[in-house]
C-alpha cells in the first residue's frame, strides 16, 4: 500500500473512532511531521478522504470532519428546515438576494406564465451552523411571491404561512447532476470539479391549486442523500449507505 493510502487508512480510522462532526484535524504540518512523510503525501491522503465526503478543507483554518450525510425526502412536502429538525438538527436558511424579474425561457414553462410575466427569484444558503448543504434559486409568482416580498431568513414554507396562509406542495421533481458554477462552488465551499446533486422543483399552492413556484436547488452531493420514496413504505430516518 503506498505511503498516502497507509496515512489515509489511519486518519479514516481516527475520525471513526474519535472524532465528531466538527472537529478539526491537527494541522498539516503537524500531521506530516507525525506521520514522518513530506507535506505533499500529507496532502495526498488528505485529498482521499475530502473525495469520500469525511473531510473539507476550510481556506485559513485547515481541515475539518463533516457532518453526517443528511438524507432528504423528494415527494410533495420538501421542507429543508422542518426535516433537519425532525434528525434532531438545526436548519439555518440565510437569503442571499431579492431580485424582481421577469419570466423567460424554461421559467416561464414551468410557472405555466407568458414570456416577460413578473416573478421574484430569491436566492437561498441552506445548511447547519457553517456547514453548507444546498444553494436554491426560487422562482415565485402570485400570493406567494407577495409573501416572500417580506421574507428575510429562515424557514421560507413558515414564513408564507403566517403571512399568506398558503402552503406550497411539490407536484414535480426533476433530478439531475452537473458541475457547479465557479459561484455556486465558492458559496456550498466545495471543489468546483465535484459535481452537484441538482433538483428542479415544481411547488402548487395547496390552496388554491395554482403552481406559484418553481426552485433550482443544488446540493452538495456528499452531504445528502436524496430519497424518493412512498411515504407510507419510507424509513422514517434511513441510515446512509
Known amino acids: ?24 484535524l491537527p494541522a498539516e504540518p503537524e500531521l506530516a511531521s507525525r506521520f514522518g512523510v513530506n507535506r505533499h503525501t500529507l496532502r495526498r491522503a488528505v485529498d482521499e478522504l475530502i473525495a469520500e465526503g469525511l473531510v473539507e478543507r476550510v481556506h485559513g483554518r485547515g481541515t475539518r470532519v463533516l457532518a453526517r450525510g443528511l438524507v432528504y425526502g423528494i415527494g ?17 436558511v440565510t437569503l ?44 415565485m409568482t402570485g400570493d406567494a411571491a407577495e409573501a416572500a416580498r417580506s421574507y428575510t431568513g429562515g424557514s421560507l414554507t413558515q414564513h408564507l404561512r403566517a403571512v399568506a396562509g398558503i402552503t406550497l406542495d411539490r407536484v414535480e421533481s426533476l433530478i439531475t447532476t452537473r458541475m457547479p458554477l465557479p459561484e455556486d462552488a465558492l458559496a456550498l465551499r466545495m471543489p468546483r470539479t465535484q459535481p452537484v ?42 441510515p446512509p449507505d
Open 76 to 92: 410533495p412536502d420538501t421542507k429543508f428546515t422542518e426535516r433537519l429538525a425532525a434528525s434532531g438538527r438545526t436548519a439555518q
Open 1 to 24: 500500500m503506498a505511503v498516502w493510502a497507509q496515512i489515509a487508512t489511519a486518519l479514516r480510522g481516527q475520525i471513526e473512532q474519535g472524532l465528531d462532526d466538527g472537529d478539526w
Open 96 to 139: 442571499i438576494d431579492t431580485k424582481e424579474i421577469v419570466a423567460e425561457g424554461g421559467v416561464a414553462r414551468r410557472l405555466r406564465v407568458t414570456e416577460g410575466a413578473p416573478v421574484l427569484r430569491l436566492r437561498t444558503l441552506r445548511g447547519e451552523s457553517d456547514m453548507p448543504y444546498a444553494l436554491t434559486l426560487h422562482f
Open 197 to 238: 446533486l441538482r433538483v428542479k422543483g415544481v411547488n402548487a399552492c395547496r390552496e388554491c391549486g395554482v403552481i406559484q413556484e418553481y426552485a433550482i436547488t443544488q446540493f452538495r452531493g456528499d452531504r445528502i442523500q436524496l430519497s424518493v420514496a412512498d411515504p407510507e413504505w419510507a424509513t422514517e430516518n434511513p
